[in-house]
């Protein structure tokens, strides 16, 4: 999936591929150069013909000798290929490095690579996809720092939801509280009015018999 853009850039901007077949003496290296227009993509694919050669070490550098890009021949056997974007017409040279072993272990590694140079600014309209806006483009620092906000966010709306969850929960129960107690002060209410009656009715009944016993009635 990684390199189907590259697949794509070949087909449609390839500008040339040749083919290596050489041998490394362990410990030693072999250097190739290859001219790159500015923003053109190199990639170098490779074979091990021997497995002496999963040892060795690919690698992409400029003219001054300061290596861009490496890889280790066995890191990345799905693909088989290391790639790297120019950032200007330089010329740059491909190393495959071989650590040395034993005096008695001493072997030629066989490698086999496969450069092929896409140029991406041969046409302006078909390459503008590829084209890399660095003015525009999102740096790493700046992505951690969205993705720190957005989680802070994040959890401060959780803290926020959970509270009012909290505040809603409380609110329910005192409602429900305020309501009995509401209901207890009417029952009590209605039992004070019913003892007041019978008092009164108790009361008027006892005065009454008594003037009657005492014929003022």
Same mark, same amino acid.
């Given at each position: 999936?990684?390199?189907?853009? !590259?697949?794509?850039?070949?087909?449609?901007?390839?500008?040339?591929?040749?083919?290596?077949?050489?041998?490394?003496?362990?410990?030693?290296?072999?250097?190739?150069?290859?001219?790159?227009?500015?923003?053109?993509?190199?990639?170098?694919? !490779?074979?091990?013909?021997?497995?002496?050669?999963?040892?060795?070490?690919?690698?992409?550098?400029?003219?001054?000798?300061?290596?861009?890009?490496?890889?280790?021949?066995?890191?990345?056997?799905?693909?088989?290929?290391?790639?790297?974007?120019?950032?200007?017409? /330089?010329?740059?040279?491909?190393?495959?490095?071989?650590?040395?072993?034993?005096? !008695?272990?001493?072997?030629?590694?066989?490698?086999?690579?496969?450069?092929?140079?896409?140029?991406?600014?041969? /046409?302006?309209?078909?390459?503008?996809?590829?084209?890399?806006?660095?003015?525009?483009?999102?740096?790493?620092?700046?992505?951690?720092?969205?993705?720190?906000?957005?989680?802070?966010?994040?959890?401060?709306?959780?803290?926020?939801?959970?509270?009012?969850?909290?505040?809603?929960?409380?609110?329910?129960?005192?409602?429900?509280?305020?309501?009995?107690?509401?209901?207890?002060?009417?029952?009590?209410?209605?039992?004070?009015?019913?003892?007041?009656?019978?008092?009164?009715?108790?009361?008027?009944?006892?005065?009454?018999?008594?003037?009657?016993?005492?014929?003022?009635?």
């Amino acid at each position: 999936m990684y390199n189907f853009p !590259y697949i794509l850039v070949f087909i449609l901007f390839h500008k040339g591929v040749h083919s290596l077949f050489f041998l490394v003496q362990q410990g030693g290296e072999r250097c190739f150069f290859e001219h790159v227009p500015e923003k053109a993509l190199l990639s170098v694919s !490779y074979e091990l013909i021997s497995d002496e050669g999963k040892d060795c070490v690919l690698s992409i550098s400029d003219n001054q000798r300061k290596v861009l890009k490496n890889l280790r021949l066995d890191e990345n056997l799905a693909h088989k290929r290391l790639s790297f974007v120019s950032n200007r017409t /330089d010329d740059y040279t491909i190393c495959v490095h071989c650590p040395g072993r034993a005096w !008695y272990m001493n072997q030629s590694c066989k490698i086999s690579l496969n450069f092929e140079i896409a140029d991406l600014g041969a /046409d302006p309209v078909d390459s503008l996809q590829y084209d890399v806006n660095y003015e525009t483009t999102a740096k790493k620092k700046q992505v951690e720092d969205l993705t720190s906000h957005l989680n802070h966010f994040i959890a401060s709306a959780n803290v926020i939801q959970e509270y009012q969850i909290s505040e809603n929960r409380n609110s329910t129960k005192l409602y429900e509280v305020y309501k009995s107690m509401n209901n207890w002060i009417l029952v009590f209410y209605v039992i004070e009015v019913l003892i007041v009656i019978l008092t009164s009715l108790f009361s008027i009944y006892h005065i009454t018999r008594f003037f009657k016993t005492q014929c003022i009635i």
